[in-house]
């Protein structure tokens, strides 16, 4: 059973950073993909970034590129998103999830979530 629990969203101005974690636990975590999503008010919950744990290796989708970055820290079992030049349109509750195997985008592919972090963009 893998457990994920999100922090580090909150209110921002625009162009600002923010670096959300998600902290991972659970057993054989080097098997595991895990990935950044986000749903936005009135919309479908939208893959922003993934990374394969045991080497790294990272994807991204097209409207994150750029401007957000994920990374992992082995030694403390923690998934960040380090997230740059912050839109008012980039406020939503973004999630950690975890799964087995190979890479997706597709939220219904991941088994494990996260309960979700606010981020919200606004001067």
């Known amino acids: 059973q893998i457990q994920l629990v999100e922090s580090g969203g909150g209110l921002v101005q625009p162009g600002g950073s923010l670096r959300l974690s998600c902290a991972v636990s659970?057993?054989?975590?080097?098997?595991?993909?895990l990935a950044w999503f986000r749903q936005a008010p009135g919309k479908e919950r939208m893959f922003l970034a993934g990374i394969r744990w045991s080497d790294g290796t990272t994807s991204y989708a097209f409207s994150a590129k750029g401007r957000f970055t994920i990374s992992r820290d082995n030694a403390k079992n923690t998934v960040y998103l380090q997230m740059n030049s912050l839109k008012p349109e980039d406020t939503a509750v973004y999630y950690c999830?975890?799964?087995?195997?190979?890479?997706?985008?597709?939220?219904?592919?991941?088994?494990?979530w996260g309960q979700g972090t606010q981020v919200t963009v606004s001067s």
């Open positions: 659970g057993p054989s975590l080097s098997m595991y993909r």
């Open positions: 999830a975890a799964k087995r195997g190979s890479v997706s985008d597709y939220e219904g592919a991941y088994d494990y």
